[in-house]
């Protein structure tokens, strides 16, 4: 319970992250659209400047960063864990099957 708890609160202040930066990204993909793609490249600097900008504050958050990071490695140890678990129980129905079969003969 700990983990997801965990886990939902990194989430939800990713979200909070991004939605401070989607701003910046509806304003540079507007001017890019009012400009072409090409023509925005150099148009829009500024918008797109600002976006950039807000990512990387986004990216360099360490308390997030490193959140981010922890759960991540809390999802691969479950999923190693569920792995190796199951492999084990077919290993086991496998035997059972195996017995069960020089049982009938």
Known sequence: ???STQSTGVREK???EVK???NHF???????????IIAGLWKCT????????????AFYD?????????????RKREAVQK???QELEN?????????WMKNQK
Not at 26 to 34: F, G, L, T
Not at 46 to 57: I, L
Not at 62 to 74: G, I, P, T
Not at 91 to 99: E, L, N, P, T, Y
């Open 1 to 3: 319970a700990v983990v």
């Open 14 to 16: 990713a979200k909070e």
């Open 20 to 22: 401070y930066c989607f």
């Open 26 to 36: 509806a304003e540079m993909s507007k001017c890019q659209q009012d400009h072409g």
């Open 46 to 57: 500024e918008e797109n400047k600002a976006f950039k900008m807000c990512m990387q504050w």
């Open 62 to 74: 360490s308390e997030l960063r490193d959140a981010c990071k922890e759960e991540y490695v809390q």
């Open 83 to 85: 792995n190796k678990e």
């Open 91 to 99: 290993q086991i129905r496998m035997k059972v099957i195996d017995d």
